[in-house]
């Protein structure tokens, strides 16, 4: 087997929470059809909105019970960003490998993708996150995936209404005699990652709802569907689910385009953990993903920023080898769809992974241990590195916790709580 396009690699330089975790890992692909919904590609005005039985496509990683010396790691076969080039990537899961059941329960990440995206581009963060003791479900969205890109209404429409699908069919999983999730998910304690569009949907998911202006865009959801996510609208306040407990927005795009404005952010009320760079050139930073971190005052929140890195910061794996040849059907080598110009995109995830770890520890699991890698300076330059020869630290001591000496160097971390802005 190649050993290239390996989306579990853990670089020597990365933060401590980064490893991997105990459990050996399984995964497994699962078909959902969420039945009788708004066919946004086929509305017309003035007429009936059609209806449609929408198929999702869901890569699941979960705990396994495998032997110590039995073989682990398997590939998947995917789609890059040209939607015709397959390639595969190489992993730790176990292609079906069967479910550990003596863990008891494990709480549920949902992921997320942008558009256009697959449910393998943050496979870094499902597989990893299993490893830890966490169900992780990665969404394939129809209409906006690399294979099948569609209209953008549809994902303006349909990214929250597929969360809050895929949440409720997991958690039917969960007890259906049989099904290999039984009595391993705990859906009560559901975390949602989501990147650019994926964090578009991940704050409606948490309260937040879109603008009355952004529901009449010409470009954008047809026929006011997009009104089901108003913010004040019934239909928006239906639609947030006690079980999600907190979010993590990577770069999530739409205040510069007119989504978001103070009153409907004012809606997010679960804790979030934003990721960005601060060059991000799609969703925009001081105007953009930080805004959306500031006006959120409903909610305790973190930002953490990557000096000089765009939209791709944190959550596209590396980009695989084979993406860094032109394509007939796009501009650009779809390696630029995955890399950043300035950060190492292993070195990004690592610190994705480590942060992920830690906020989702906190609310997920109630780890108060984990809570200490949060605790931070702003900026680790004004930290104090000042450790003992067995390395506990010093009183003194202040710099970043889970980072070496001079390994947080181009990050910072914001944090607000409820009603401080």
């Known amino acids: 087997m190649a050993e290239s396009n390996r989306i579990d690699q853990i670089r020597p330089d990365a ?40 198929a999702l496509t869901l890569e699941v990683w979960y705990p396994a019970a495998l032997a110590e010396n039995e073989d682990q790691g398997s590939s ?43 449910r393998f581009l943050m496979s870094h963060l499902g597989e990893n996150l299993a490893t830890k003791g966490y169900v992780t479900v990665s969404i394939d969205h129809t209409d906006s995936t690399y294979r099948d890109k569609a209209a953008f209404g549809s994902t303006l429409v349909n990214r929250p209404r597929d969360v809050s699908f895929v949440l409720s069919e997991i958690s039917r999983f969960a007890v259906e005699e049989g099904h290999f999730l039984a ?112 006006q959120s005052i409903n909610a305790e929140r973190y930002l953490l920023t990557f000096d000089h890195a765009g939209h791709n910061a944190a959550a596209p794996i590396p980009a695989p080898v084979e993406s860094w040849q032109p394509v ?34 906190k609310h997920l ?11 931070l300076v702003i900026d680790p330059k004004d930290g104090v590195h000042a450790l003992n020869d067995d390395g506990t630290p010093k009183p003194e001591h202040s710099y970043w916790k889970g980072f070496a000496e001079g390994t947080a160097r181009g990050l910072t971390l914001h944090h607000r709580i409820p009603g401080r802005n």
């Open 328 to 361: 007939e059907n796009l501009e650009f080598a779809p390696f630029r769809h995955y890399a950043d110009p300035v950060w190492d995109t292993l070195r990004m995830n690592n610190i994705a992974q480590h942060f992920v770890t830690a906020f989702f520890g």
């Open 76 to 118: 998947y076969e995917v789609f890059l960003r040209d939607g015709k080039t397959q390639v595969e990537l190489q992993g730790k899961a176990v292609r079906d490998a069967p479910p550990l059941t003596t863990g008891g329960s494990w709480p549920l990440v949902l992921i997320s993708h942008g558009y256009p995206g697959n």
């Open 15 to 54: 933060p401590e929470l980064a490893a991997h975790g105990p459990h050996a890992i399984g995964v497994r692909t699962v078909e959902v059809v969420n039945p009788d919904q708004i066919d946004i590609l086929s509305v017309q005005t003035g007429q009936a909105l059609p209806r449609y039985d929408r």
């Open 183 to 294: 009595g391993i998910v705990d859906t009560s304690k559901t975390g949602l990652i989501g990147y650019s569009m994926g964090g578009y949907g991940a704050i409606i998911t948490a309260g937040g709802g879109v603008t009355g202006k952004s529901i009449d865009y010409d470009w954008g959801a047809p026929a006011r569907t997009l009104s089901a996510h108003q913010a004040g609208s019934e239909s928006h306040e239906a639609q947030v689910d006690p079980r999600i407990k907190a979010v993590v927005p990577i770069a999530p795009w739409g205040m510069t385009r007119g989504f978001w404005d103070a009153q409907g952010l004012a809606g997010m009320r679960i804790p979030a953990f934003f990721m960005a760079g601060n060059q991000d050139e799609v969703s925009g930073y001081e105007d953009g993903v930080r805004a959306i971190f500031e």
């Open 365 to 375: 699991k109630s780890d108060a241990g984990l809570a200490d890698y949060l605790k």
